[in-house]
Structure formats: C-alpha cells, structure tokens
C-alpha cells in the first residue's frame, strides 16, 4: 500500500492558521483551567492573561506568514492547498485584524464585565478560517473553511446576547450565512459534476471541455459559487444582512467581520475564479463583476448617506469598500477579446487586455487596498466601541452621531485618530486608504474599465460626505452637557494607536511594504 | 434432587436439542431457497433465523425474565396461566409458566388500542413511533453470523447461517441500530404527555450519550481483525494465541481475551442502549412511567418486544466478535477430525457439524442473555446524571484510551500476544477488584470506616450506588 | 469471499422490507381485533392519577442539547476511526501519528467541555 507524499514542509502554509488554533486551545484551557469555579457567579477574577495570550499568537502567526511570503509558490497536500505570497500577505492582513480587534476587545470586554475565554479563542479560530481559506486550493477544503470563519463569527456576533439586537443581528447572520453555504455547497457540486474533480488546478483544465458538453452546468455552478462568496464580501444584492449584523454584533466583533472575513473571502473568490476562468469567456466574467463592483459601488454609498448611526454608516461603508475591491477584480478579467466599448466603455489602453505584470498589479492593489482598509475600519469601529454604552444599546443610540458631537474637548486624542480613520475610508490624501484607491483604479485603468473608474470616483466622493460629517461632528459641534466622560481603556488606546501610526505610515510612505507587496502579487499557478 | 435432574435434563438435553434442531432446520432451508434463486440462502436464513430463533428466543425471555426475578427475589413467579376448557389434565396443566406467553400476546392484541386527545393532531408520528422502535431492531440480526459455512446437499451449495455478508457488517448495525432512537423520542413528543416527553428526552439523550462509547469500544477489536465483518471477526478467533500441548488445544484468540475493555464498554453501552436496569430512567416505571406511557395494546407490546430482541441481538453481537461466535474454544479441529473426515461416523453430513456449531453459538447467546438478566435484576436504576457522567467522562475516555493503546500493542507486536498478555491482565484485574471492591464496601459499612474501594473503570459508579445488602447478594461469597 | 458483490443485498432488502411490513402489521392489528368504547376519560392525558395542566409543548433542560451537539462531534470521530481501524496495520505507525494528532484536537474539545463543566447535570 502506498502512502500520499505528505512530508512536513507541506504543512508550511497552514502553519499561521495552525499556531492560531492553538493559541485558540490554549486560551479555552486557560479559561477552564486558570480561572476557578467557572460555575460560581459571575466570578470578577482578572483575566487580564487572555487578550496577552491572544496577541502572542497572533504576533507568532503574523510572523510566520511573513516568513512564508518569500518561499517559492507551490502547491502542498497533493494540490489541495497551495503555499504562494499571495495568501501569506493575506495571513499577514488576517493577523493585523485580529491584533487589533483583540486589543479593541480586551478594552470592550473589561468595560461590559462580559471577559470570557471563548471570545478571544473563537477569534482565533475564526481568523485561522480565513487564512485557511487563502490556501485553499481545493472547493472542499474551500468550503469547510468558509464554514470554520463563519461558524466561528455567529456565535461571536451572539457574544452579547442580552437584549433584541444582538439576537436579531446573530441569527440574521446565521440564517442567511447558512443559506449562502448552501448556496455556495450547491455550486461546488455542479461544478463537481460537470468536471470530475473539485481541485482548481485539476479543474482549470477540464472547464473547455467541461463548456463544450455541459454548459448550462457550469455556468450555474459558478454562478452558486459567485453568490455563496458574494454573501460573505457582502457585495449588493448579496449586501441585506450586513448592516444589521454589524449594527447588532458586538463592536470587535463587528471590526474583525468588516476585515478579516471580507478579506479572506475576497482571496478566495480572486483564487477560485484566476484558476477557473482562464478557459471561460473571459468577458462574462469581466461584465459581472463589473456590474457587481457598480452596483455594490453606488448603492453602498447612497445608503451610508442618510445614516446617523455610526456603527451602521461604517456597516454600509464595508459595503462600499467591497464594491472598489470588486472593481479590482473586474480588471483581472478584461482581456483583449472583450469586444471593444462592450461593457460600461471597456476599451483596453493596451490591446490584448491585461499583461501578465499588469494582471499582478491587479492583484497588488486588491490586497493592499484590504490591508487599508482593514486598519481603517477597525481603527473606525475602535473608536465607536470606545465610545459606546450599554445602556442606550437597545434604545439604537449608543452609536449615535451626537455622541461624536465635541470628542475634540473631551478625548482630543481620539478625535484626531478618528478623523484619521475617516479621512482614510473616504479616501483622501495622504492617507493609506488613498493609496488603496488609487492602485485599484489604476489598473481599472489599465484594464480599459475608464468609466467603471470615474464612476467609482464619483461614489467615494460622495462617500467623503458622510465621513466628513463624522470629523465635523467631532469638531464643531459643542459637547453635550449632560454628557459623561467616556471612559479611557488602555488596551482600545493601544489598538488606535497602531493603526492611526499604520493609517498614516502606509499612507505617506507604501513603500514601506513594498517588497512584500510585489510579492505578494504572486498566486500560484498564475 | 428431582429438581436438579430437571434442570440438568432442560439444560443438557432440550435447549441445546432445540437449538441443534434449529439449526439443522435453517442449514436445510437455506439451502432449499439457494435452489429456488441466487442468494436465495440469505432468505431462507431470514425465515428460520431471524423469524423463528431471535424472535422465539426473545419471546421466551420475557417469561425467563419473569420467573429469574421470582428466583432472585424468593417467589415462584408467574405460573397460573391455563386453558379453562378441555379434560382435567389440560385444564391442570401449567408448563411452569410458558403459557403466559400466549396469554399475553393475546391480551395485548384483544386490548383496547386508543389514542390520547392530545396525540391526535401528530396522529401520523404517534403511530409511526411504535413502528420506528421495533423494525430497526428486527432487522439488526442481518449481519449476525450463526453457524459456520459448510458443504451443503447432492448440490454441495456453500451455505452459511447469515443472513447477509456485506462489506460493512458492523457499520449496518450502527447505522441500523441508531435508528432506534427516533421511535423512543417520537413516541415521548408525540403524545403531547409531559411524563412521556421527559422519559423520550431522556431516552434520546441516553442513547446516544452511549452511541458514542458503543461505537468507539468496537474499533478496537476492528483493529486486531481487521475488518468489520462479523463473520471475519468470528473466524479470525479459531487461531490460538498460545498451544498449550502439540494437539488442538491452547487459548483460543477469543475477543475478551484480546479487549477485554472493549468488550466492558460496548456491552455496558449496549446495555444503556436498550434501555433496562439499571439504565432504565426513560421508562422508570415507578416515576415517569416513560416514553409509551399513552401507548396501549399492541403498540406498546411493541416497545416491550423491541426491548426483548434487543437483549439477544446484543447478546448475539457480543458472542459474535468476542466469544468466538460458534466455535468451540479449542479442540474444533480435532474432533472434526475424528468424526467428520473420510471414514469417520459422520462422514458426508456436514450439516450435524454446521448445526452441532450454530448449537454452540445460540447456547452462548443464551448465557450472555442470562447475564443481562442478572444484571437487570441486580443493580437499582442509576440517577440520570450517574448516567451521564458513566458515558461521558468513563467510558469515552475508557474508549479512546483503548483504542490507542490497542493500535501501540498491534502494531508493536503483529501476533497479538502482548495485547493479550494485557487484556488477561486487565480481566484479572477487573475480577479481583470487582470482587475486592464489594468486599471493600461491605468492610466499610460494617467498620463505618474506610470506604474508600479499588477503583475499577466500568463498576465503580454502579457499586458507589448499591446498598450494602444488594451488594452482598452480587457476592455472597464475601460474607 | 463474495464473489458478487451484490449478492448480500438481496437477502439485506427482503429483511429490511420484511421489518417495515411486520411493524406496520402488528402495530394495526390491534386496531382490528380490539374493541372500540372510546370515553371523553381514556381521551384525557395520563398523568399519574391527577388532572393534568398545560401541555406538553414546553422547553426543557438546554443539557439535553449540548448532549446532542457533543454526540454529534464524538460520533463522527468515531466514525473516522473506522476506516482507520480496519487499514491501520497497512498504515503504521506514520497513521497512528495522525489519528493520535486528530484524536487529541478532540480530547482537547473534552478536556474544556468537562472543566466547564458541560457534563455535569447536578448543577
């Protein structure tokens, strides 16, 4: 009998997931074993150790995933996953996330007297979902991953469960993340069905033939897949569930949702379709997720306008920012044979479409545009659970603009930070979300998708609207004088204060990563 | 000395003649059904093993049940059922109680079969609950082995008694026997009866807390076999692990021999699995009454029966994988030898050696019967978190444990002798601390002392829990 | 040994739909033989003697449900361990590794549910 050639270099790749999950074991027996009588009250014992534990792990993770970004690409366990720089850089933007949401959450938690192990171990577990998900180069494996992030994330989004919102918001996330599952479930098996296989790279060849004798089969199966990741992107019309889960879900909650799970399913909706749509018609692809990034564009924008709740203008901004990522993944597809001024005026500036260089600058710009926007959301979210009370949770105004009004004389501080994050997600100069928007454009761009560019300009000008009002509030509005202090935590002080310095760093000098990010643009096979 | 020569003649002459009987009777029907079309042996198998000897042999056990509880507790047990009509000695004649059987059947059939208010709107679940509990262990008996496989007839058909020899034995009895546990917990929530809701919640519960230590206690004898077919295993025990003389004779590679902890924990969980005493709080007759509390007549003759059977297929399965099946423990060879081989007596009637075995295997089945009755009747009824604690934080671990310890022992030792030498060493161990544990307990009690007792993995809690004078009735030799 | 390998499937069907037929015929037939005096009495709930209250509809323990969710993790562990069991000798001590590596995520996911004390039903 012979046994698969697995040796350990193969478990190079899941190595950032693999510590997190034992930082995850670690942190549940820290929680059973250190802490006596589990069962006695609510025991007020200090479990100051537990976001500790969680950050050295994810320090260790982050670590290696840097590591793994310079070893040459190559698929490991018999092609069902893949090691390449790609997913490492999205290990790295998977592991910035957690650190921060767990530094927002050690703060969070202290002020709620809800500090349980589980929650720093489920954000572990969920975040080692997502790196996973980066290396999945199986739809199986892509699957149960999916699943791992997600189950992970509704039980946290249920974390707080007194009160209607929290309910509300866990069990929308659960119904409707369970369906898309399925959805997603449906379309691996179509698409099982109609190559024979369900590893990408076992698939990519098969799919010509796979058209010629089953279409319609394929075309279903990819569209099923489409909608289970758009779920998960939260891209419009897949967008309903987001701004009530994010509204309702415990604020670091919410920040590792707006970041890490977005993140992670975007690599894997850029791997599953690179691999999968060199033998399609490579204008179809490029048509839908032109129309996915308009549309996910223009209506996350428009509804963030009305909203005077912040945490829900931030929800439908992730949606916003979900749309300028799919403009980037638009561009991968266009190619040369796209008839010209086919879809929304794509007229290739270079003829043949995009290069292979251009094609990886594509994909440097998605990723860099994640990691932007994952320090300034979760920054944007640290700052909103810093500032929010229990008590006016139900009544839907602890997250009010009004408790923004005056921050500037109170906690001077965060209002700057803030106002950093803000001016980041609007995507103003010389701040890192610049940066992320303009290397996505530039190679919608390059790709010949001139109008989806302007268009998306358009909308993160009206974008700037609603931010601003948040740094106008702040600053120009009086306090109110009933208003209490909002309390300092150290741990929530920390996490902006890292990812304002990375807010304004990566903006001013994206040279810094540089080396990483070219990269980064890597993926296997491609 | 009557009474023991009664005794010695039913035990010696009439039940091994029965089961001798039967047998030969399923050998010759199999092999006139494999006439009749191909597989057509597994068929006829169905008439005779499973229709007539699981189903006679469960049947008679609810009177053995009876009359053992009588012995054990002093009383005569149940003997007054006759026939009313007919000449004197008809009327006089009592067969020590066997005519209960048919009058129960008939009175549960005659019964009265009525439907609570409350169970009308889930009509379709409530009659589908009795139906749910009993066919999944009717059918259980498929894979079961009876008798070897021999040279049948003028054809020379190969005939087995199995009714049938899948790939996947023992999976079909976990797959079929988990099914069990939707007719328990349909019967308590459909009956819309808060008792019958907490005694279906409690069975669902228990079975499978138990499903899990029932499955992971088999792995290791699937693992010194290699395989999971029981006829496979059942063969696999004629070699010897050790001969003791250069003729047929020495320790047969027996499966108690091997997992002796494997055995503990899948006839311990078995035992949860058909829920008797002293796993019996779904039904508790003395509180809840239990999941078929609203049922009456035949539906819930259902339940009962399903019990019944379960108690031989249990008994079957666990004579099956680990006492050797139908085989004798040594010396099988030797006397085929000398009776069936060219010249000898039996020459050419294959058959008296087929159903000589399946004689041998349903006597097995029958001690293993005995002591589940034993127990039933010895232990009080465990409190539900007892139950719990038993299956989850003993036997599971006990299970997987075992598990790895067995892979260690097999793979380090490929002839199996160490993990013998271990599983003899733990069977030791279990009987003098079993026996050394009550001694313990009674020591205890009489001193009002020490009560701390050697700790053994599978009868600790039970013997936590027995008062002193049922334990002394486990071991009377103590006093 | 079978040299069909869809031969045991017949005598596996008969008897399966053998069990089916039985249970629905006995458990009818004593709808056909039995008498039929239905009273607003025997209608009633059975509960112990006394009237009773409510229904049956209601929650119970949420125990039960962890039970079911740990039968759900430790049966398909189980599971797993059957193929492994029957090729394990094949597979050496390389397979024992493996299985000991995912034996132990799960008696991890023990160790935590028993100090936390998921099993125990007294409190």
């Given at each position: 009998?012979?046994?698969p050639?697995?040796?350990f270099a193969?478990?190079h790749?899941?190595?950032?997931?693999l510590?997190l999950?034992?930082?995850?074991?670690?942190?549940?027996f820290?929680e059973?074993?250190?802490?006596?009588?589990?069962h006695?009250g609510?025991?007020?014992?200090s479990?100051?150790?537990q976001?500790?534990?969680a950050?050295?792990?994810?320090?260790?993770a982050?670590?290696?995933?840097?590591?793994?970004?310079?070893?040459?690409?190559?698929?490991?366990?018999?092609?069902?996953?893949?090691l390449?720089p790609?997913s490492?850089?999205?290990?790295?933007?998977?592991?910035?996330?957690?650190?921060?949401?767990?530094?927002?959450?050690?703060?969070?938690?202290?002020?709620?007297?809800?500090?349980?192990?589980e929650?720093?171990?489920?954000?572990?577990f969920g975040?080692?979902?997502?790196?996973?998900l980066?290396?999945?180069?199986?739809?199986v494996?892509?699957?149960?991953?999916?699943?791992?992030?997600?189950?992970s994330?509704?039980?946290?989004?249920?974390?707080l469960?007194?009160?209607?919102?929290?309910?509300?918001?866990?069990?929308k996330y659960?119904?409707?993340g369970a369906?898309?599952s399925a959805?997603?479930?449906?379309?691996?098996?179509l698409?099982?069905?109609?190559?024979?296989?369900?590893?990408?790279s076992?698939?990519?060849?098969?799919?010509?033939?796979?058209l010629?004798?089953?279409?319609?089969?394929v075309?279903?199966?990819?569209?099923?897949?489409l909608?289970?990741?758009?779920?998960?992107?939260?891209?419009?019309?897949?967008h309903?569930?987001?701004p009530?889960?994010?509204e309702?879900a415990?604020?670091?909650?919410?920040a590792?949702?707006?970041?890490?799970v977005?993140?992670?399913?975007f690599?894997?909706?850029?791997r599953?379709f690179l691999?999968?749509?060199h033998?399609?018609?490579s204008?179809?692809?490029?048509?839908l997720?032109?129309?996915?990034?308009?549309a996910?564009?223009?209506?996350?924008?428009?509804?963030?306008?009305?909203?005077?709740?912040?945490?829900?203008?931030?929800a439908?901004?992730?949606i916003?920012?979900?749309?300028y990522v799919l403009l980037?993944?638009?561009?991968?597809f266009?190619?040369?044979?796209a008839?010209t001024?086919?879809?929304?005026?794509?007229?290739?500036?270079?003829?043949?479409?995009?290069t292979?260089a251009?094609?990886?600058?594509a994909v440097?710009?998605?990723?860099?545009?994640l990691?932007a926007?994952?320090?300034?959301a979760?920054?944007?979210f640290?700052?909103?659970?810093?500032?929010?009370?229990?008590e006016?949770e139900?009544?839907g105004t602890a997250w009010?603009?009004?408790?923004f009004?005056?921050?500037v004389h109170?906690?001077?501080?965060?209002?700057?930070a803030m106002?950093?994050?803000m001016?980041?997600?609007?995507?103003?100069?010389p701040?890192?979300?610049?940066?992320?928007k303009?290397?996505i454009?530039?190679?919608?761009v390059?790709?010949?998708l001139?109008w989806?560019a302007?268009?998306?300009?358009?909308?993160?000008?009206?974008g700037?609207?609603?931010?601003?009002?948040?740094?106008?509030?702040?600053?120009m509005?009086p306090?109110?004088e009933?208003?209490?202090?909002p309390?300092?935590?150290?741990?929530t002080?920390?996490?902006?204060?890292l990812s304002?310095?990375?807010v304004?760093?990566?903006?001013?000098?994206?040279?810094?990563?540089s080396?990483?990010l070219?990269?980064?643009?890597k993926?296997?096979?491609? | 000395?009557?009474r023991i020569?009664?005794?010695?003649f039913?035990?010696?002459?009439?039940i091994p003649?029965a089961?001798?009987g039967?047998?030969?009777a399923?050998?010759?029907?199999?092999?006139?059904?494999e006439g009749?079309?191909?597989?057509?042996?597994?068929v006829?198998?169905?008439?005779?093993?499973?229709?007539?000897a699981?189903?006679?042999?469960?049947?008679?056990?609810?009177?053995?049940?009876r009359?053992w509880?009588a012995?054990?507790q002093?009383?005569v047990?149940p003997n007054?059922?006759?026939?009313?009509?007919g000449p004197?000695?008809?009327q006089?004649?009592r067969?020590?109680g066997l005519?209960?059987?048919?009058?129960?059947?008939?009175?549960?059939?005659?019964?009265e079969?009525f439907?609570p208010?409350?169970?009308?709107?889930?009509?379709?679940?409530f009659?589908?609950a009795?139906m749910?509990a009993?066919?999944?262990?009717?059918?259980l008996?498929c894979?079961?082995p009876?008798?070897p496989?021999?040279?049948l007839?003028?054809q020379a058909?190969k005939?087995?008694?199995i009714?049938s020899?899948p790939?996947?034995?023992?999976?079909?009895v976990f797959?079929?026997?988990?099914?069990?546990?939707?007719?328990?917990?349909?019967?308590?929530?459909?009956?819309?009866n808060?008792?019958a809701l907490?005694?279906?919640?409690?069975a669902?519960?228990q079975?499978?807390?138990?499903e899990?230590?029932?499955?992971?206690?088999?792995?290791?004898?699937?693992?010194?076999?290699?395989?999971?077919r029981?006829?496979?295993m059942?063969?696999?025990?004629t070699?010897?692990?050790?001969?003791?003389?250069?003729?047929d004779?020495?320790?047969?590679?027996?499966?108690?021999?091997?997992?002796?902890?494997g055995?503990?924990?899948?006839?311990?969980a078995a035992?949860a699995e058909?829920?008797r005493?002293?796993?019996?709080?779904?039904?508790?007759?003395s509180?809840?009454?239990?999941?078929?509390?609203?049922?009456?007549?035949m539906?819930?003759?259902?339940?009962?029966?399903?019990?019944?059977?379960?108690?031989v297929?249990?008994?079957?399965?666990?004579t099956?994988?680990f006492?050797?099946?139908?085989?004798?423990?040594?010396?099988?060879k030797?006397?085929?030898a000398?009776?069936f081989?060219?010249g000898?007596?039996?020459?050419?009637?294959?058959w008296?050696w087929?159903?000589?075995?399946g004689?041998?295997?349903?006597?097995?089945?029958?001690?293993?019967?005995w002591?589940?009755?034993l127990?039933?009747?010895?232990?009080?009824?465990?409190?539900y978190?007892?139950?719990q604690t038993l299956g989850?934080?003993?036997l599971?671990?006990a299970?997987?444990?075992?598990?790895?310890?067995t892979?260690?022992?097999?793979l380090?030792?490929?002839?199996?002798?160490w993990?013998a030498?271990?599983?003899?060493?733990v069977?030791?161990a279990?009987v003098?601390?079993?026996?050394l544990g009550?001694?313990g307990?009674?020591a205890?009690?009489?001193?009002?002392g020490?009560g701390?007792?050697?700790?053994d993995?599978h009868g600790?809690?039970?013997?936590?829990?027995?008062?002193a004078?049922?334990?002394?009735?486990?071991?009377?030799?103590?006093? | 040994?079978n040299p069909?390998p869809l031969a045991p499937?017949?005598?596996m069907?008969?008897?399966l739909?053998?069990?089916?037929?039985l249970?629905?015929?006995?458990?009818?037939?004593?709808?056909?033989?039995?008498?039929?005096k239905p009273?607003?009495?025997k209608?009633?709930?059975?509960?112990?003697?006394?009237e009773?209250?409510?229904?049956a509809?209601?929650r119970?323990a949420?125990?039960?449900?962890?039970?079911a969710?740990?039968f759900?993790?430790?049966?398909?562990e189980?599971?797993f361990?059957?193929?492994?069991?029957v090729?394990?000798r094949?597979?050496?001590w390389?397979g024992y590794?493996?299985?000991?590596?995912?034996?132990?995520t799960?008696?991890?996911?023990?160790?935590?549910v028993w100090k936390?004390?998921?099993l125990d039903w007294?409190t």
């Amino acid at each position: 009998m012979t046994l698969p050639d697995v040796t350990f270099a193969d478990f190079h790749p899941i190595l950032p997931a693999l510590i997190l999950m034992l930082g995850g074991a670690v942190l549940l027996f820290a929680e059973v074993f250190l802490t006596p009588s589990a069962h006695h009250g609510p025991a007020h014992v200090s479990r100051a150790h537990q976001p500790i534990i969680a950050l050295v792990f994810t320090a260790a993770a982050a670590l290696v995933s840097g590591w793994l970004m310079f070893q040459p690409a190559r698929a490991v366990f018999l092609g069902f996953a893949v090691l390449d720089p790609f997913s490492a850089f999205l290990s790295l933007t998977v592991c910035v996330g957690l650190g921060l949401s767990v530094l927002i959450a050690a703060g969070f938690l202290r002020h709620r007297k809800a500090e349980r192990g589980e929650f720093y171990a489920l954000m572990l577990f969920g975040a080692a979902g997502m790196s996973l998900l980066g290396v999945s180069n199986e739809l199986v494996v892509l699957f149960i991953n999916i699943e791992v992030l997600s189950v992970s994330t509704y039980a946290l989004a249920a974390y707080l469960r007194r009160g209607p919102r929290p309910a509300e918001a866990a069990f929308k996330y659960f119904i409707l993340g369970a369906f898309s599952s399925a959805v997603l479930l449906y379309g691996i098996s179509l698409l099982y069905g109609a190559t024979g296989t369900t590893q990408l790279s076992a698939m990519a060849p098969q799919m010509s033939a796979a058209l010629a004798k089953t279409q319609g089969l394929v075309y279903l199966g990819l569209g099923l897949l489409l909608g289970g990741l758009a779920f998960k992107v939260a891209a419009v019309p897949f967008h309903m569930w987001t701004p009530d889960v994010y509204e309702g879900a415990p604020t670091p909650v919410t920040a590792l949702m707006s970041a890490g799970v977005k993140a992670a399913a975007f690599a894997a909706l850029v791997r599953v379709f690179l691999a999968l749509g060199h033998n399609l018609d490579s204008h179809l692809l490029a048509t839908l997720f032109a129309f996915l990034a308009l549309a996910t564009m223009v209506i996350g924008n428009l509804l963030a306008i009305p909203q005077r709740n912040v945490k829900r203008m931030l929800a439908y901004s992730s949606i916003a920012h979900a749309g300028y990522v799919l403009l980037g993944v638009a561009s991968l597809f266009v190619s040369g044979g796209a008839p010209t001024g086919g879809v929304l005026g794509a007229t290739p500036l270079a003829t043949g479409g995009l290069t292979a260089a251009l094609r990886q600058d594509a994909v440097r710009g998605i990723l860099f545009y994640l990691l932007a926007y994952t320090v300034s959301a979760v920054g944007a979210f640290g700052v909103v659970s810093a500032l929010e009370r229990r008590e006016e949770e139900d009544r839907g105004t602890a997250w009010d603009l009004d408790r923004f009004a005056g921050l500037v004389h109170r906690r001077p501080w965060w209002a700057v930070a803030m106002t950093a994050f803000m001016l980041s997600l609007g995507g103003i100069p010389p701040l890192v979300g610049f940066m992320g928007k303009l290397l996505i454009f530039k190679s919608a761009v390059d790709a010949g998708l001139v109008w989806l560019a302007v268009v998306g300009i358009l909308a993160s000008a009206a974008g700037a609207y609603y931010y601003l009002r948040v740094v106008v509030y702040m600053f120009m509005r009086p306090a109110p004088e009933t208003g209490v202090l909002p309390e300092r935590h150290g741990w929530t002080e920390a996490a902006l204060l890292l990812s304002t310095a990375a807010v304004v760093v990566l903006g001013i000098a994206p040279g810094l990563i540089s080396s990483w990010l070219s990269q980064a643009g890597k993926l296997f096979g491609q | 000395m009557k009474r023991i020569l009664m005794v010695l003649f039913w035990m010696v002459l009439v039940i091994p003649g029965a089961f001798f009987g039967i047998s030969a009777a399923a050998y010759w029907v199999a092999y006139f059904f494999e006439g009749l079309f191909r597989g057509g042996a597994g068929v006829g198998n169905i008439l005779v093993l499973v229709l007539a000897a699981v189903m006679i042999v469960a049947t008679l056990l609810t009177l053995a049940e009876r009359k053992w509880s009588a012995a054990m507790q002093d009383r005569v047990g149940p003997n007054r059922a006759h026939i009313e009509a007919g000449p004197t000695f008809i009327q006089k004649m009592r067969l020590g109680g066997l005519l209960h059987i048919p009058a129960d059947v008939l009175k549960m059939l005659w019964k009265e079969d009525f439907m609570p208010a409350g169970a009308r709107s889930n009509r379709f679940l409530f009659n589908l609950a009795p139906m749910l509990a009993f066919a999944p262990v009717f059918v259980l008996f498929c894979v079961v082995p009876a008798g070897p496989m021999i040279t049948l007839g003028e054809q020379a058909r190969k005939i087995a008694l199995i009714v049938s020899n899948p790939d996947f034995g023992l999976l079909y009895v976990f797959a079929i026997a988990s099914l069990a546990v939707y007719g328990t917990s349909l019967a308590g929530w459909s009956s819309n009866n808060k008792f019958a809701l907490l005694g279906g919640v409690r069975a669902s519960s228990q079975m499978i807390s138990y499903e899990v230590a029932l499955g992971l206690g088999l792995v290791g004898m699937m693992m010194t076999f290699s395989t999971v077919r029981l006829f496979d295993m059942t063969e696999a025990q004629t070699q010897y692990l050790w001969k003791f003389t250069d003729g047929d004779f020495g320790l047969p590679a027996w499966g108690i021999f091997l997992q002796p902890v494997g055995f503990l924990l899948f006839f311990a969980a078995a035992f949860a699995e058909t829920k008797r005493a002293p796993f019996d709080v779904p039904e508790g007759e003395s509180e809840i009454i239990g999941y078929f509390v609203e049922y009456s007549g035949m539906r819930f003759g259902l339940f009962m029966i399903s019990e019944f059977v379960e108690v031989v297929v249990l008994a079957a399965i666990c004579t099956a994988i680990f006492f050797g099946g139908w085989h004798l423990p040594f010396g099988e060879k030797a006397l085929y030898a000398e009776l069936f081989t060219q010249g000898k007596v039996f020459y050419g009637h294959q058959w008296i050696w087929g159903a000589f075995l399946g004689s041998i295997f349903w006597l097995k089945v029958l001690a293993l019967c005995w002591v589940q009755l034993l127990i039933r009747w010895t232990f009080p009824r465990f409190r539900y978190d007892q139950i719990q604690t038993l299956g989850w934080k003993m036997l599971l671990p006990a299970g997987l444990v075992n598990v790895f310890v067995t892979g260690a022992l097999v793979l380090w030792d490929p002839s199996l002798r160490w993990l013998a030498v271990l599983g003899i060493a733990v069977l030791v161990a279990i009987v003098a601390l079993a026996t050394l544990g009550t001694g313990g307990e009674e020591a205890a009690h009489a001193h009002d002392g020490h009560g701390g007792h050697g700790a053994d993995a599978h009868g600790h809690d039970a013997h936590a829990s027995v008062p002193a004078h049922v334990s002394g009735a486990i071991a009377p030799s103590t006093h | 040994m079978n040299p069909d390998p869809l031969a045991p499937y017949l005598p596996m069907a008969v008897l399966l739909l053998l069990g089916g037929v039985l249970a629905v015929v006995i458990s009818f037939l004593a709808s056909f033989l039995g008498p039929k005096k239905p009273t607003l009495q025997k209608a009633t709930t059975f509960e112990a003697g006394s009237e009773s209250s409510g229904h049956a509809r209601q929650r119970f323990a949420v125990k039960f449900y962890v039970v079911a969710l740990l039968f759900i993790v430790f049966d398909v562990e189980a599971v797993f361990l059957y193929p492994w069991a029957v090729k394990f000798r094949d597979l050496g001590w390389f397979g024992y590794g493996e299985m000991a590596v995912f034996a132990a995520t799960l008696v991890v996911g023990l160790a935590y549910v028993w100090k936390k004390g998921a099993l125990d039903w007294e409190t």
